[in-house]
Structure formats: C-alpha cells, structure tokens
C-alpha cells in the first residue's frame, strides 16, 4: 500500500517542471513555496476542525488533503515520502522523550 506514497511522489516532483496551467500541483509550484505553505496550514486547520467536530469521515478526507499538500512541500525540497518514512523507521522503538532529547536543537 505505501508503494501509493512512492507513486504520487514522483508524480509531484514531475509536476515540478510542468507548465503552470497544466495542473493544479504546477500552479502551486509557480506560485512559490509561500502558497504551498499556506496550503499546508489551511489543510491543518481544517484537520484541526474535523477532529473537533468527531466526524471521523471527514477527519480522514482533511488528513488526505494535509498529506497531500505535505508531500507536495517534500517534492519542492527535493524530498521524497520514503525520506519521511526512512526517518519514522529511524525512530521505530524510540521513546519519544528520548528522540526530543536527542535533537540537536530542543524545542
């Protein structure tokens, strides 16, 4: 099933190079990494709200949206899904405590 992650992945560093109007992705592109941030937040937001209200349907719909637009942030660094999942495979059977502790900058 991640193999989806893999698939859309590369179809969003594809977009990258695609004219502005041909797609929705490459518009957000063209418009620059400060739209795709506000993409992201506005998906957050609207994940938060699901959540709030306890529809679960709706709940996954918005957390599509927010990966979605999550990935699209990754392809623009020039990141891939499998680089998040590499990291999540990294902390598997970490405590959680411990891997905040273990950052070089601690929030």
């Given at each position: 099933m991640n193999d989806i992650l893999d698939r859309l992945g590369a179809i969003?560093?594809?977009?990258?190079?695609?004219a502005a109007d041909s797609s929705y992705v490459a518009s957000l592109y063209a418009k620059g990494l400060d739209s795709i941030l506000k993409k992201i937040a506005e998906e957050a937001?609207?994940?938060?709200?699901?959540?709030?209200?306890?529809?679960?349907?709706?709940i996954v719909y918005e957390?599509?949206?927010?990966?979605?637009?999550?990935?699209i942030?990754?392809?623009?660094?020039?990141?891939?899904?499998?680089?998040v999942l590499n990291e999540l495979v990294r902390r598997e059977g970490i405590s959680g405590?411990?891997?905040?502790?273990?950052?070089?900058?601690?929030?």
């Open positions: 969003l560093i594809a977009r990258k190079s695609a937001a609207e994940t938060i709200m699901a959540a709030k209200d306890g529809d679960n349907e709706k957390m599509a949206d927010l990966w979605f637009h999550g990935m942030l990754l392809a623009d660094r020039g990141l891939s899904p499998r680089d405590h411990s891997e905040k502790a273990s950052r070089k900058d601690v929030t």
